[in-house]
């Protein structure tokens, strides 16, 4: 089952560095601004939660959970290219994937 979640917030780019200040080193601001369309309830009731509890991003579909760290060495020092790799981790730690299509973000539940 896909479901498209949100549309992606555009404006969340404005809040990468250097155009915004932020001290984090992983765009913390950005990744707060681009993960909040995230929580919402599905039509059949099931809840979808995201958060970031520092370096860690949290995703929960249901009774499903998994976590994704924001890798600065690993992966990128490009808070988008972190956000997006650490989103994906949790995503398949929850057992879940997550898309991002024409501006949209889906989520499809095995």
Not at 11 to 36: C, M, N, T, W
Not at 64 to 72: E, N, Q, S, V
Not at 92 to 99: D, F, M, N, P, S
Request: hydrophobic share 45%; proline share 4%; net charge positive.
């Amino acid at each position: 089952m896909k479901v498209k979640l949100c549309e992606v917030n555009a404006a969340a780019r404005e809040k990468l560095p250097p155009q915004f200040d932020d001290k984090s080193g992983i765009g913390a601001h950005y990744v707060d601004a681009y993960i909040k369309p995230m929580n919402i309830k599905l039509e059949d009731g099931t809840a979808i939660r995201c958060k970031r509890r520092g370096l860690k991003i949290t995703l929960s579909a249901g009774a499903k959970k998994g976590d994704g760290l924001m890798r600065r060495l690993d992966v990128s020092r490009d808070p988008v290219a972190m956000l997006e790799a650490a989103l994906q981790e949790a995503a398949t730690a929850a057992g879940v994937e997550l898309a991002v299509e024409d501006g949209a973000i889906f989520l499809s539940v095995a």
